[in-house]
């Protein structure tokens, strides 16, 4: 089982604080900058120079790898951290922002929500657990529950 994460406040200035997130995979500093690899990619950078510039995570899409070239495909390969050659930590979003912003192309249900893939019209269901599941399959280290996304305005 691997060890868990700790998180330790190194500074504070008022309410901010500066500390270190330690995961198995390395730290976080924090505030972290954490560029998106949308499909386990940063775009124009190699990961050594990701790191160069200061990174101690990325975060990929649930959605775009779900789609494109598929969980069960990167898990294949040995996981994100070995698909984007990134030892490093890596975050994962639900893909619920991506899903629900494709009005046109989804529908909510109890169990999630079904939708067509922009790419080529292929139907998906994303569930709670499902989302879960991928990002299991992808192997993140830290993992975002799909919620759903209130369309503005919204009222209580």
Known sequence: MAKPFSFKVLATDGKARRGVIDMPRGEIRTP????????????????DQV????????LG???????RPGAERVARLGGLHEFARWPHPILTDSGGFQVMSLSKLRKLTEKGVTFRSHIDGAAYEMS?????????????????????????????
């Open 61 to 67: 899409n649930t959605y775009h790898l779900m789609l």
């Open 32 to 47: 972290a900058f954490m560029p998106v690899g949308t499909g386990g990619t940063v775009k124009a950078m190699y990961m």
């Open 128 to 156: 709670p657990e499902r989302s879960i599941e991928i990002q299991g399959l992808l192997d993140s280290d830290i993992q975002m529950q799909l919620d759903e996304c209130t369309a503005l305005p919204a009222e209580m």
């Open 51 to 58: 790191r160069g510039v200061g990174a101690d995570i990325i």
